[in-house]
């Protein structure tokens, strides 16, 4: 938590796949993880919460069909789900799309859900990769390179070999819109 609290930036297991990591209401963290990444800014970031409490504290109106697929996932689903959302709040402002919109997960895998539930804040999650590579399935694919620029390496699960896989990503827009992005 020290690390996080002080704008450090981490590498940390999540529901699908390695992630990169910081406070995701913190500009100067979410800027380093841009620059760890080589990441243009322009391409948005996801963030991770613990909860759908939790979720309505970084959308200003949670639109009904967000809650019904909250609902509808529950805890024991098999395809983790980002949700884009209209209206981002109380988020670095350089984390929040052109078009106001968040991409925003909430975490049933005990070990995020955990840190996301302690740090008491939205944390960002971003793959383990520079930007056009391969997102890494283990953390045996982590590039050391890129081990070496965060601030704390995680080791709940590094020796998991089960390969992850990135989020299904659905677009819900204000005016009842929905989009599946991946």
């Known amino acids: 938590m020290a690390v996080l609290r002080k ?69 024991d689903s098999p395809s983790p789900t980002t949700l884009v959302l209209d209206g981002a709040v109380n988020l670095a402002p350089n984390l929040i799309a052109d078009d106001g919109s968040i991409g925003i997960r909430i975490t049933h895998e005990a070990f995020s859900r955990e840190l996301c539930y302690r ?14 590579d391969p997102s890494p399935r283990t953390f045996a694919d982590i590039p050391e390179e890129l081990k070496a620029q965060v601030d704390y390496v995680c080791t709940s699960r590094q020796r998991d070999t089960r390969p992850g896989n990135p989020s299904k990503i659905i677009k819900l827009g204000r005016d009842g819109v929905v989009k599946v992005i991946r």
């Open 119 to 132: 740090f008491q804040r939205a944390l960002v999650s971003t793959s383990a990769n520079f930007s056009g």
């Open 7 to 75: 704008g450090g930036v981490i590498l940390y297991p999540t529901d699908t796949i390695w992630g990169i990591g910081c406070d995701a209401t913190n500009e100067a963290a979410v800027r380093r993880v841009y620059e760890i990444k080589r990441r243009a800014d322009s391409k948005s970031l996801i963030v991770l919460v613990d909860s759908a409490d939790r979720m309505q504290r970084y959308v200003r109106d949670v639109p009904e069909v967000a809650w019904q697929l909250v609902d509808a996932l529950g805890d």
